[in-house]
Protein backbone atom coordinates (compact mmCIF):
# COMPACT_ATOMS: atom_id res chain seq x y z
CA UNK A 1 0.00 0.00 0.00
CA UNK A 2 1.35 3.75 -0.53
CA UNK A 3 2.19 5.36 2.47
CA UNK A 4 -0.14 8.12 2.97
CA UNK A 5 0.16 8.99 7.49
CA UNK A 6 3.66 8.07 6.89
CA UNK A 7 4.90 9.15 3.92
CA UNK A 8 7.20 11.78 5.66
CA UNK A 9 8.40 10.26 9.00
CA UNK A 10 11.50 9.13 6.91
CA UNK A 11 12.46 12.05 4.91
CA UNK A 12 15.28 14.40 6.92
CA UNK A 13 14.25 17.31 9.00
CA UNK A 14 10.99 15.55 8.49
CA UNK A 15 9.41 18.25 11.07
CA UNK A 16 9.80 20.91 9.54
CA UNK A 17 7.63 23.14 7.27
CA UNK A 18 9.66 23.23 4.22
CA UNK A 19 9.87 19.51 3.96
CA UNK A 20 6.27 19.23 4.22
CA UNK A 21 5.30 22.06 1.90
CA UNK A 22 7.68 20.41 -0.48
CA UNK A 23 6.00 17.50 -0.75
CA UNK A 24 2.69 18.69 -1.23
CA UNK A 25 1.79 20.02 2.39
CA UNK A 26 -0.73 22.36 2.99
CA UNK A 27 -2.69 22.46 -0.43
CA UNK A 28 -5.52 20.86 1.53
CA UNK A 29 -5.66 24.10 3.79
CA UNK A 30 -5.54 26.43 1.16
CA UNK A 31 -7.87 24.64 -1.61
CA UNK A 32 -10.74 24.33 1.34
CA UNK A 33 -10.12 28.38 2.75
CA UNK A 34 -10.34 29.43 -0.79
CA UNK A 35 -12.63 27.31 -2.96
CA UNK A 36 -14.72 25.47 -0.64
CA UNK A 37 -17.56 26.25 2.22
CA UNK A 38 -17.31 25.05 5.42
CA UNK A 39 -20.20 22.77 4.62
CA UNK A 40 -18.58 21.46 1.73
CA UNK A 41 -15.82 20.40 3.82
CA UNK A 42 -17.94 18.53 6.43
CA UNK A 43 -20.21 17.01 3.42
CA UNK A 44 -16.20 16.19 1.98
CA UNK A 45 -15.45 14.15 5.33
CA UNK A 46 -18.85 12.65 5.75
CA UNK A 47 -18.06 11.24 2.63
CA UNK A 48 -15.14 9.69 2.84
CA UNK A 49 -15.91 7.35 6.12
CA UNK A 50 -13.76 8.85 8.11
CA UNK A 51 -14.36 7.27 11.85
CA UNK A 52 -12.37 8.55 14.74
CA UNK A 53 -9.14 6.87 15.14
CA UNK A 54 -8.97 7.82 19.23
CA UNK A 55 -11.39 4.91 20.74
CA UNK A 56 -14.83 5.38 19.99
CA UNK A 57 -14.49 5.33 15.77
CA UNK A 58 -17.63 7.57 15.82
CA UNK A 59 -18.09 9.12 12.09
CA UNK A 60 -15.61 12.37 11.64
CA UNK A 61 -17.99 14.44 9.31
CA UNK A 62 -21.35 13.97 11.66
CA UNK A 63 -19.46 14.38 14.57
CA UNK A 64 -18.34 17.70 13.07
CA UNK A 65 -21.93 18.72 11.54
CA UNK A 66 -23.04 18.94 15.14
CA UNK A 67 -21.64 22.30 15.97
CA UNK A 68 -23.89 24.35 15.84
CA UNK A 69 -24.12 26.70 12.23
CA UNK A 70 -24.86 29.86 13.82
CA UNK A 71 -22.20 31.81 15.30
CA UNK A 72 -23.31 33.34 18.29
CA UNK A 73 -20.38 32.30 20.60
CA UNK A 74 -16.46 31.56 19.76
CA UNK A 75 -16.49 27.93 18.47
CA UNK A 76 -13.55 25.49 19.65
CA UNK A 77 -11.18 22.82 18.47
CA UNK A 78 -9.29 20.60 20.80
CA UNK A 79 -7.13 18.66 19.75
CA UNK A 80 -6.83 15.22 21.58
CA UNK A 81 -2.90 14.49 22.04
CA UNK A 82 -3.18 13.08 25.06
CA UNK A 83 -2.05 9.78 24.10
CA UNK A 84 -2.31 7.60 27.29
CA UNK A 85 -4.03 4.24 26.33
CA UNK A 86 -1.08 0.92 27.02
CA UNK A 87 -0.08 0.00 23.96
CA UNK A 88 -0.53 2.97 22.03
CA UNK A 89 2.37 4.92 20.52
CA UNK A 90 0.90 5.82 16.68
CA UNK A 91 -0.36 9.66 17.75
CA UNK A 92 3.43 10.33 19.23
CA UNK A 93 5.25 9.00 16.03
CA UNK A 94 3.18 11.52 14.07
CA UNK A 95 3.55 14.15 16.27
CA UNK A 96 7.36 14.32 16.80
CA UNK A 97 8.64 13.42 12.72
CA UNK A 98 5.64 15.07 10.63
CA UNK A 99 3.55 17.72 13.06
CA UNK A 100 2.56 19.87 10.06
CA UNK A 101 0.45 17.02 8.70
CA UNK A 102 -1.86 17.08 12.11
CA UNK A 103 -1.58 20.87 12.48
CA UNK A 104 -3.05 21.02 8.58
CA UNK A 105 -5.68 18.79 9.80
CA UNK A 106 -6.54 21.05 12.73
CA UNK A 107 -6.87 23.78 10.59
CA UNK A 108 -8.87 22.52 8.18
CA UNK A 109 -11.22 20.64 10.89
CA UNK A 110 -11.38 24.45 12.50
CA UNK A 111 -11.95 26.10 9.39
CA UNK A 112 -15.21 23.55 8.79
CA UNK A 113 -16.38 24.32 12.33
CA UNK A 114 -15.79 28.34 12.18
CA UNK A 115 -13.57 27.73 15.05
CA UNK A 116 -11.82 30.91 16.54
CA UNK A 117 -9.39 28.71 18.33
CA UNK A 118 -7.63 25.29 18.07
CA UNK A 119 -6.30 23.82 21.03
CA UNK A 120 -4.04 20.97 20.98
CA UNK A 121 -4.20 19.40 24.27
CA UNK A 122 -0.33 17.36 24.77
CA UNK A 123 -0.19 14.45 27.12
CA UNK A 124 2.79 15.91 29.38
CA UNK A 125 5.36 13.05 29.52
CA UNK A 126 5.44 14.16 25.56
CA UNK A 127 8.74 16.59 26.40
CA UNK A 128 10.34 16.06 23.23
CA UNK A 129 6.99 15.90 21.02
CA UNK A 130 5.81 19.39 22.33
CA UNK A 131 9.08 20.97 21.60
CA UNK A 132 8.70 19.76 18.04
CA UNK A 133 5.02 21.03 17.75
CA UNK A 134 5.76 24.49 19.56
CA UNK A 135 8.29 24.69 16.81
CA UNK A 136 5.86 23.41 13.71
CA UNK A 137 3.42 26.15 15.29
CA UNK A 138 5.57 29.36 15.10
CA UNK A 139 6.37 27.92 11.73
CA UNK A 140 2.55 27.65 10.80
CA UNK A 141 2.43 31.12 12.40
CA UNK A 142 5.20 32.63 10.14
CA UNK A 143 3.65 31.08 6.73
CA UNK A 144 -0.37 32.13 7.31
CA UNK A 145 -1.21 28.92 8.17
CA UNK A 146 -2.25 29.99 11.41
CA UNK A 147 -3.58 33.30 12.81
CA UNK A 148 -5.12 36.23 11.39
CA UNK A 149 -6.40 36.09 7.29
CA UNK A 150 -4.92 32.06 6.99
CA UNK A 151 -3.87 31.65 3.49
CA UNK A 152 -4.87 35.16 2.23
CA UNK A 153 -8.61 34.68 3.08
CA UNK A 154 -10.56 36.82 5.65
CA UNK A 155 -11.17 33.83 7.85
CA UNK A 156 -8.79 34.07 11.07
CA UNK A 157 -7.72 31.17 13.88
CA UNK A 158 -5.84 31.00 16.38
CA UNK A 159 -3.60 27.82 17.37
CA UNK A 160 -2.24 26.58 20.92
CA UNK A 161 -0.50 24.07 22.48
CA UNK A 162 -1.06 22.83 26.00
CA UNK A 163 0.47 20.60 27.78
CA UNK A 164 -1.21 18.35 30.65
CA UNK A 165 -0.08 17.14 34.04
CA UNK A 166 0.10 13.71 32.38
CA UNK A 167 -2.87 12.06 33.57
CA UNK A 168 -4.83 8.91 31.74
CA UNK A 169 -8.39 10.66 33.23
CA UNK A 170 -7.70 13.62 30.30
CA UNK A 171 -8.04 11.39 27.21
CA UNK A 172 -11.67 11.31 28.35
CA UNK A 173 -12.84 14.52 26.20
CA UNK A 174 -14.99 15.92 28.75
CA UNK A 175 -11.87 15.18 31.62
CA UNK A 176 -9.58 17.23 29.12
CA UNK A 177 -11.66 19.93 28.67
CA UNK A 178 -12.05 20.43 32.27
CA UNK A 179 -7.98 20.45 32.71
CA UNK A 180 -7.85 22.53 29.56
CA UNK A 181 -9.77 25.69 31.75
CA UNK A 182 -7.71 24.79 34.65
CA UNK A 183 -9.40 22.71 37.01
CA UNK A 184 -9.06 19.43 37.87
CA UNK A 185 -9.38 16.51 35.29
CA UNK A 186 -12.48 15.40 35.98
CA UNK A 187 -14.82 14.11 33.25
CA UNK A 188 -18.43 15.69 32.69
CA UNK A 189 -22.00 14.50 33.02
CA UNK A 190 -23.60 14.46 29.06
CA UNK A 191 -25.72 16.10 28.41
CA UNK A 192 -25.00 19.10 27.08
CA UNK A 193 -22.62 17.50 24.73
CA UNK A 194 -19.52 19.92 23.80
CA UNK A 195 -20.86 20.75 20.96
CA UNK A 196 -23.65 22.45 22.76
CA UNK A 197 -21.44 23.40 25.65
CA UNK A 198 -18.02 22.12 25.95
CA UNK A 199 -14.67 24.58 27.29
CA UNK A 200 -15.60 27.31 28.82
CA UNK A 201 -19.55 26.93 28.26
CA UNK A 202 -19.00 27.00 24.16
CA UNK A 203 -18.87 24.91 21.19
CA UNK A 204 -16.12 22.64 21.04
CA UNK A 205 -15.76 19.40 19.32
CA UNK A 206 -12.80 17.32 20.16
CA UNK A 207 -11.05 14.63 17.92
CA UNK A 208 -7.73 12.57 17.85
CA UNK A 209 -4.40 13.42 16.19
CA UNK A 210 -4.54 10.20 13.71
CA UNK A 211 -8.18 11.37 12.90
CA UNK A 212 -7.14 15.18 11.85
CA UNK A 213 -3.83 13.61 10.27
CA UNK A 214 -6.55 12.06 7.50
CA UNK A 215 -8.15 15.35 6.75
CA UNK A 216 -5.68 16.77 4.26
CA UNK A 217 -5.81 14.38 2.02
CA UNK A 218 -9.51 13.74 1.98
CA UNK A 219 -9.79 17.21 0.93
CA UNK A 220 -7.21 16.83 -1.81
CA UNK A 221 -7.17 13.70 -3.26
CA UNK A 222 -11.00 13.52 -2.87
CA UNK A 223 -13.48 11.80 -0.27
CA UNK A 224 -14.09 8.63 -2.77
CA UNK A 225 -10.34 8.08 -2.66
CA UNK A 226 -10.16 7.89 1.21
CA UNK A 227 -13.59 5.82 1.21
CA UNK A 228 -11.99 3.21 -1.62
CA UNK A 229 -9.22 2.34 1.08
CA UNK A 230 -10.12 -0.37 3.53
CA UNK A 231 -12.84 -3.04 3.95
CA UNK A 232 -15.97 -1.42 3.49
CA UNK A 233 -18.03 1.65 3.25
CA UNK A 234 -17.96 1.91 7.55
CA UNK A 235 -14.38 0.99 7.59
CA UNK A 236 -12.40 3.01 5.37
CA UNK A 237 -9.05 4.75 4.68
CA UNK A 238 -5.49 4.09 6.01
CA UNK A 239 -4.61 3.17 9.60
CA UNK A 240 -1.74 3.37 11.72
CA UNK A 241 -1.38 0.08 14.48
CA UNK A 242 1.25 -0.35 17.10
CA UNK A 243 2.41 -3.46 17.52
CA UNK A 244 3.75 -4.66 20.76
CA UNK A 245 4.68 -7.39 23.03
CA UNK A 246 6.15 -11.04 21.63
CA UNK A 247 7.24 -10.43 18.22
CA UNK A 248 9.86 -9.77 16.16
CA UNK A 249 9.60 -6.21 14.53
CA UNK A 250 6.98 -3.93 17.31
CA UNK A 251 6.99 -0.60 16.07
CA UNK A 252 4.02 1.31 14.05
CA UNK A 253 2.65 0.23 10.91
CA UNK A 254 0.30 1.31 8.26
CA UNK A 255 -1.81 -0.32 6.52
CA UNK A 256 -5.64 -0.16 5.11
CA UNK A 257 -8.58 0.02 7.45
CA UNK A 258 -9.20 -4.08 8.27
CA UNK A 259 -5.29 -5.47 7.90
CA UNK A 260 -5.69 -8.86 9.16
CA UNK A 261 -4.47 -9.21 12.47
CA UNK A 262 -1.94 -12.57 11.65
CA UNK A 263 -0.64 -10.49 8.86
CA UNK A 264 0.27 -7.71 11.19
CA UNK A 265 1.80 -10.48 13.59
CA UNK A 266 3.37 -12.77 11.32
CA UNK A 267 4.04 -10.90 7.96
CA UNK A 268 4.91 -7.20 9.31
CA UNK A 269 5.82 -8.16 12.64
CA UNK A 270 8.06 -10.94 11.87
CA UNK A 271 5.97 -13.00 13.91
CA UNK A 272 6.13 -14.54 17.34
CA UNK A 273 9.58 -13.07 19.42
CA UNK A 274 10.40 -17.06 20.49
CA UNK A 275 9.65 -19.82 17.44
CA UNK A 276 9.31 -22.33 20.21
CA UNK A 277 6.35 -19.94 21.92
CA UNK A 278 2.85 -19.97 19.89
CA UNK A 279 0.43 -17.37 19.86
CA UNK A 280 -1.07 -17.30 23.41
CA UNK A 281 -3.54 -14.40 22.98
CA UNK A 282 -3.98 -10.21 22.04
CA UNK A 283 -5.38 -7.59 23.01
CA UNK A 284 -6.40 -5.82 19.71
CA UNK A 285 -6.98 -2.42 20.71
CA UNK A 286 -5.16 -0.81 23.73
CA UNK A 287 -5.49 -2.51 27.04
CA UNK A 288 -8.73 -1.34 28.03
CA UNK A 289 -10.61 -3.51 25.26
CA UNK A 290 -11.42 -7.26 25.82
CA UNK A 291 -8.23 -10.14 25.04
CA UNK A 292 -8.58 -12.41 22.35
CA UNK A 293 -7.76 -15.94 22.43
CA UNK A 294 -5.56 -17.63 19.83
CA UNK A 295 -7.86 -19.02 18.00
CA UNK A 296 -10.11 -15.99 17.69
CA UNK A 297 -6.90 -13.84 16.30
CA UNK A 298 -7.69 -14.63 12.68
CA UNK A 299 -9.81 -11.70 12.19
CA UNK A 300 -9.61 -8.39 10.58
CA UNK A 301 -8.36 -5.29 12.48
CA UNK A 302 -11.12 -3.25 11.77
CA UNK A 303 -14.53 -1.67 14.07
CA UNK A 304 -17.03 -4.17 13.01
CA UNK A 305 -15.09 -7.22 12.63
CA UNK A 306 -13.71 -6.99 15.81
CA UNK A 307 -17.15 -5.56 17.91
CA UNK A 308 -18.37 -9.08 16.09
CA UNK A 309 -15.92 -10.55 18.28
CA UNK A 310 -17.21 -8.30 21.62
CA UNK A 311 -14.07 -6.68 21.69
CA UNK A 312 -12.51 -3.28 19.64
CA UNK A 313 -10.27 -1.39 17.73
CA UNK A 314 -10.06 1.07 20.14
CA UNK A 315 -6.53 3.00 19.92
CA UNK A 316 -5.41 0.15 17.79
CA UNK A 317 -3.00 -0.92 20.30
CA UNK A 318 -2.31 -4.36 19.81
CA UNK A 319 -0.27 -6.04 22.30
CA UNK A 320 0.96 -10.00 21.61
CA UNK A 321 1.02 -12.10 24.27
CA UNK A 322 3.05 -15.63 23.96
CA UNK A 323 2.59 -19.21 25.36
CA UNK A 324 5.01 -17.91 28.78
CA UNK A 325 2.54 -15.33 29.69
CA UNK A 326 0.51 -15.67 32.83
CA UNK A 327 -3.19 -14.36 32.40
CA UNK A 328 -3.40 -13.56 36.00
CA UNK A 329 -0.27 -11.67 36.16
CA UNK A 330 -0.50 -9.97 32.80
CA UNK A 331 -4.48 -8.66 34.68
CA UNK A 332 -2.67 -7.26 37.75
CA UNK A 333 -0.38 -5.30 35.66
CA UNK A 334 -3.24 -3.80 33.64
CA UNK A 335 -5.77 -3.54 36.85
CA UNK A 336 -2.97 -1.71 38.87
CA UNK A 337 -2.93 1.02 35.98
CA UNK A 338 -6.53 1.42 35.58
CA UNK A 339 -6.59 1.51 39.80
CA UNK A 340 -3.68 4.13 39.74
CA UNK A 341 -5.29 6.35 36.73
CA UNK A 342 -9.10 6.66 38.06
CA UNK A 343 -9.91 9.90 39.28
CA UNK A 344 -11.96 8.76 41.89
CA UNK A 345 -15.01 11.08 41.40
CA UNK A 346 -17.45 7.98 40.62
CA UNK A 347 -17.78 5.46 43.35
CA UNK A 348 -17.91 2.22 41.50
CA UNK A 349 -14.67 3.40 40.00
CA UNK A 350 -12.27 4.42 42.36
CA UNK A 351 -13.59 1.66 45.41
CA UNK A 352 -14.15 -1.34 42.43
CA UNK A 353 -10.85 -0.70 40.98
CA UNK A 354 -8.83 -0.74 43.59
CA UNK A 355 -10.78 -3.76 45.12
CA UNK A 356 -9.91 -6.01 42.09
CA UNK A 357 -5.85 -4.90 41.75
CA UNK A 358 -6.10 -6.37 45.38
CA UNK A 359 -7.71 -9.69 45.12
CA UNK A 360 -5.79 -10.34 41.80
CA UNK A 361 -2.77 -9.58 44.02
CA UNK A 362 -3.59 -11.85 46.41
CA UNK A 363 -4.42 -14.90 43.66
CA UNK A 364 -1.07 -14.14 42.09
CA UNK A 365 0.62 -14.09 45.58
CA UNK A 366 -0.82 -17.38 46.54
CA UNK A 367 -3.51 -16.20 48.44
CA UNK A 368 -6.63 -16.84 46.46
CA UNK A 369 -9.57 -17.72 47.67
CA UNK A 370 -12.10 -20.15 45.86
CA UNK A 371 -14.77 -17.25 45.41
CA UNK A 372 -12.11 -14.77 44.20
CA UNK A 373 -12.41 -15.99 40.47
CA UNK A 374 -16.60 -15.22 40.50
CA UNK A 375 -16.17 -12.41 42.58
CA UNK A 376 -13.75 -10.40 40.50
CA UNK A 377 -16.22 -11.05 37.44
CA UNK A 378 -19.26 -9.65 39.92
CA UNK A 379 -16.99 -6.57 40.77
CA UNK A 380 -16.78 -5.56 37.08
CA UNK A 381 -19.93 -6.21 36.13
CA UNK A 382 -21.28 -3.97 38.75
CA UNK A 383 -18.52 -1.32 37.51
CA UNK A 384 -19.74 -1.27 33.74
CA UNK A 385 -21.93 1.29 32.39
CA UNK A 386 -22.78 2.89 36.18
CA UNK A 387 -19.71 5.43 35.88
CA UNK A 388 -19.64 9.06 34.16
CA UNK A 389 -16.80 8.38 31.70
CA UNK A 390 -15.53 4.84 30.29
CA UNK A 391 -12.66 4.47 32.38
CA UNK A 392 -14.93 2.54 34.69
CA UNK A 393 -15.57 -0.01 31.30
CA UNK A 394 -12.26 0.15 30.51
CA UNK A 395 -11.20 -1.33 33.93
CA UNK A 396 -14.13 -3.55 33.73
CA UNK A 397 -13.44 -5.42 30.02
CA UNK A 398 -10.21 -6.66 30.37
CA UNK A 399 -11.32 -8.41 33.96
CA UNK A 400 -14.18 -9.83 32.37
CA UNK A 401 -12.49 -11.01 29.22
CA UNK A 402 -9.28 -12.57 31.07
CA UNK A 403 -11.53 -14.48 33.73
CA UNK A 404 -13.81 -15.50 31.32
CA UNK A 405 -11.55 -16.58 28.63
CA UNK A 406 -8.68 -18.18 30.65
CA UNK A 407 -10.77 -19.28 33.68
CA UNK A 408 -9.27 -22.44 34.16
CA UNK A 409 -5.91 -20.81 34.47
CA UNK A 410 -6.80 -18.12 37.33
CA UNK A 411 -8.41 -20.96 38.77
CA UNK A 412 -4.81 -23.08 38.88
CA UNK A 413 -3.54 -20.65 40.42
CA UNK A 414 -6.02 -20.44 43.62
CA UNK A 415 -6.04 -24.35 43.57
CA UNK A 416 -2.24 -24.36 43.32
CA UNK A 417 -1.44 -21.51 44.93
CA UNK A 418 1.24 -20.57 42.38
CA UNK A 419 1.34 -20.29 38.55
CA UNK A 420 1.69 -23.45 36.95
CA UNK A 421 2.20 -21.42 33.50
CA UNK A 422 5.54 -22.92 31.96
CA UNK A 423 8.01 -20.57 31.63
CA UNK A 424 6.29 -17.71 33.18
CA UNK A 425 8.57 -15.08 35.14
CA UNK A 426 6.94 -13.58 38.23
CA UNK A 427 9.32 -11.00 39.71
Known amino acids: MEKVLTRNI ?58 PK ?108 TSLEGERGYPRVKPPFPAQAGVWGMPTTINNVETLA ?20 RNTGPKLYCLSGHVQRPGVYEAP ?62 MVMDSSTCMVKALLRISHFYAHESCGQCTPCREGCGWMERILQRIEDGKGLQQDIDLLKNIADNIEGRTICALGDAAAWPVQSFVTKFRDEFQAHVDEQRCTVQGAAHA
Open 10 to 67: HKENSQSIDVYLAGGGYEGLRKAVTSMSPGDVVEAVKKSGLRGRGGAGFPTGLKWSFM
Open 214 to 233: CVPDIIVRGADWFAGIGTDE
Open 257 to 318: MGLPLKELIYDLGGGMLHADRPLKACIPGGSSVPVLRAEECDVNLDFDSLAALKTGLGSAGI
Open 70 to 177: EKTKPHYLLCNADESEPGTFKDRLLMEQDPHMMIEGCMIGAYAMQADAVFVYIRGEFVHGTKVLDKAVAEAYEKSFAGKNICGSDWSCELVVHRGAGAYICGEETALM
